[in-house]
């Protein structure tokens, strides 16, 4: 039987639905859905809780020594592997003074430059001007773009930065971060948001301090995180065994694919009876299945491309990436499963189907 015969059979049973394409798609995507879904939920689940745990600054680690942090060794910490920002600190000792309340201070940081990477900002950064805490930003009236009134003139506002009061050290909930170039002053603090988290973080974050100078009374240097209260470290979701999706995917596919078979076993046996060689009717089902079942993984896949929204492109993308390769499984298959069990239905066995038709 030519193969451009076959193809042709196969697509008049595709059209008249001799095949149930249509069931057998949407069983096939139900099914693989399922899977893909599962992964999808838990992977994405997962992508969405570490960004919270990032954002709650557990992922920031602080590395206290009053007056013997080298700024430029922090500043460096942004080239190392999975560091995302880094900044060192020093508090003033004489904050921003308000003219308009008269003896009052708000206490005052100069950090380095990336240091303002470490929170979300509203406004820009890098910009001329300092970075106000929300609850400073109220009190005053001022938004960034506007300035403050000082008695010693006017200090613009670049930005208002984020910090919620979710457990994280409070010191810096009513502060004014002033940029200020790296010079040979110590810092007091040296911040690091590190993401995934690495082991190595803490001892990057030493190498910040200074050799001690004068008694060895002086303040201890210290290591935590910004904000504990979600826990020393991120607890991901389980997922199952390696190669376990994978291989539910491939199984799924090669269970409907052969019960597609089986289901019409008496019209193969029919059209074998009439010389319809194995090989011809195991090409025209895979050409059947493969059309099918291509809807069928599609419509599985749109369940991953649903359930990642919301997430930025970089994260959504591999996880679509993952459900690709477990609808491409599922098609395999079915595809494999239809062709396989061609062989196994039997022309002898035609009356028998007949009767249990």
């Known amino acids: 039987m030519p193969v451009t015969e076959v193809v042709r059979e196969a697509w008049r049973d ?5 095949g149930a394409a249509v ?10 859905g399922g899977v893909v879904g599962l992964r999808t939920l838990t992977i994405a689940g997962d992508v969405r809780a570490a960004a919270e745990w990032v954002a709650s600054g557990a992922a920031t680690q602080v590395f206290t020594a009053a007056g013997r942090i080298d700024g430029r060794t922090c ?7 999975d560091v995302l920002a880094a900044g060192a600190f020093r508090r003033l000792d004489d904050g921003v003074l308000i003219a308009a309340l008269p003896g009052t201070s708000i206490p005052t940081y100069e950090v380095t430059s990336g240091a303002t990477a470490l929170f979300s900002v509203t406004g820009t950064t890098g910009g001329p001007g300092v ?8 009190e005053l009236g001022v938004r960034p773009g506007e300035q403050i009134v000082t008695p010693d003139g006017p200090v613009p506002v670049a930005g208002v930065y984020s910090y919620p009061d979710d457990g994280r050290d409070p010191d810096l909930a009513y502060a ?16 690091a948001t590190t993401w995934p988290e690495d082991e190595t973080a803490g001892a990057a974050l030493r190498r910040t301090l200074l050799p001690a100078k004068g008694s060895e009374d002086g303040e201890r240097s210290t290591l935590g995180q910004l904000n504990p209260r979600s826990g020393t470290a991120f607890a991901p979701s389980r997922l199952p065994a390696p190669n376990l999706l994978e291989g539910a995917a491939l199984g799924l596919g090669l269970a409907v694919g052969s019960a597609a078979v089986f289901r019409r076993r ?10 319809v060689s194995t090989a011809a009717q195991a090409l025209g089902v895979a050409v059947q299945h493969l059309v099918w079942g291509a809807i069928g993984a599609l419509l599985a896949l749109a369940v991953s491309v649903v359930l990642v929204r919301g997430l930025p492109s970089g994260d959504g993308l591999p996880i679509v990436e993952g459900a690709a390769l477990l609808c491409g499984l599922g098609l395999v298959g079915a595809v494999a499963g239809g062709a396989a069990a ?8 035609l009356h028998r189907y007949f009767r249990t038709r």
Do not use: K, Y
């Open 14 to 18: 595709l059209a008249t639905g001799a």
């Open 342 to 349: 061609v062989p196994l239905v039997r022309e002898r066995a």
């Open 131 to 138: 970075v106000v805490a929300p609850d400073v930003a109220e």
């Open 75 to 81: 500043s460096a910490l942004v080239d190392e592997p």
């Open 176 to 191: 004014v971060l002033a940029p200020t170039a790296v010079d040979d002053a110590p810092f007091d603090a040296c911040w």
């Open 266 to 275: 008496l019209p193969i046996a029919s059209d074998r009876h009439v010389g």
């Open 23 to 32: 069931a057998c798609a949407v069983v096939l995507a139900a099914l693989l």
